[in-house]
């Protein structure tokens, strides 16, 4: 998930700088995200023991006017495609023969 | 609960039901000009195809014409993709997982079934290149076979609601901004 916010870090789960009302510095850090420059990835804490408790969360000042540079994850792709190709190919011999097509009127 | 993906059918049952796996299809290729009478070298390609059609159009033969897209497997899709997009493992992973979760809507990803042999990897469904196949040359084609694989519900339910939402999209000429509410 690509959020654009400061996000407290508190690595220590017994305290709580929230609880406390106090931050705790030495415990935890600031990593600031602006909108459009950087989007702060939560992916890249998983698994690292930091983020026990996220403590505070606060979104940018910015106002967010587009939901596109939230990325493709949230969105539909079109750019995607991948060159298609036939399974075999052969040439036969046929002789053109016109005829109408009229299939049968079905109301369902 | 355990859902499976497929089932295997015998060569006994020539029922055409949406979900089915037919492969090797033909598609003929006339060349772009010809003249009625006139005898021509006409293209018979192949591809492994899948029906979209609804089953209740098929069984009560409602339909001459079958709609089929064409299937092959993750990795020739991974192949054929442009450079950029398969440029090193994060892209690629990048592409897979968006397909794996429905944002690529030109494609609709199957699972793959180790015990039926021609289904021992992922599979992608191509909604881009659509055919229209004969009913009759199809179930010929079904009745030469010696078994068959069907998609199973609610597997087959979500292919035919991708394929109708590939269809159904609507490009807007610009994006919708809210600036009160």
């Known amino acids: 998930m690509l959020l654009p916010l400061y996000l407290d870090i508190n690595p220590n789960g017994d305290v709580s700088t929230t609880l ?3 931050p705790i510095e030495h415990h935890s850090f600031i990593h600031p995200a602006f909108y459009e420059k950087d989007l702060l990835d939560l992916r890249e804490y998983e698994g690292q023991n930091q983020i026990p ?3 505070c969360l606060t979104i940018d000042g910015e106002t967010i006017d587009s939901l596109h540079a939230l990325g493709s994850e ?7 495609l991948s060159k298609f190709h036939f399974k075999h190919t052969k040439s036969i011999r046929g002789r053109i023969v016109r005829s109408d097509f009229k299939p049968k009127i079905v109301l369902d | 609960m355990d859902y499976p993906w497929y089932e295997q059918l015998p060569n006994d049952d020539p029922e055409l039901r949406q979900g089915d796996l037919i492969p090797d299809c033909p598609i003929l290729i006339p060349p ?9 070298n006409i293209e018979q390609k192949e591809i492994d195809s899948i029906i979209l059609s609804q089953s209740c159009d098929l069984v009560n033969d409602k339909i001459e014409i079958v709609l089929v897209c064409p299937y092959y497997s993750l990795a020739s899709f991974i192949e054929h993709l442009p450079e950029e997009q398969k440029k090193n493992r994060k ?9 794996r979760k429905g944002h690529l809507p030109g494609y609709h990803l199957l699972n793959k079934d180790e015990k039926i042999s021609v289904l021992a990897t992922y599979q992608v469904v191509d909604f881009r290149n659509v055919y229209g196949i004969q009913f009759t040359l199809l179930s010929n084609l079904v009745a ?3 078994d068959r694989v069907r998609l199973l519900p609610p597997y087959r ?3 035919s609601q991708a394929f109708a939402r590939y269809f159904m999209r609507v490009g807007l000429p610009q994006d919708l901004t809210i600036d009160s509410y």
């Open chain 1, 74 to 80: 949230y969105s539909d792709d079109y750019d995607v």
């Open chain 2, 144 to 146: 030469a076979m010696s």
């Open chain 1, 53 to 55: 408790t996220i403590t």
């Open chain 2, 157 to 159: 339910e979500h292919l």
């Open chain 1, 20 to 22: 406390m009302n106090e």
């Open chain 2, 32 to 40: 772009p000009q010809v003249q009625e009478n006139e005898t021509y």
């Open chain 2, 91 to 99: 892209a690629r992973d990048k592409v897979v997982d968006n397909l």
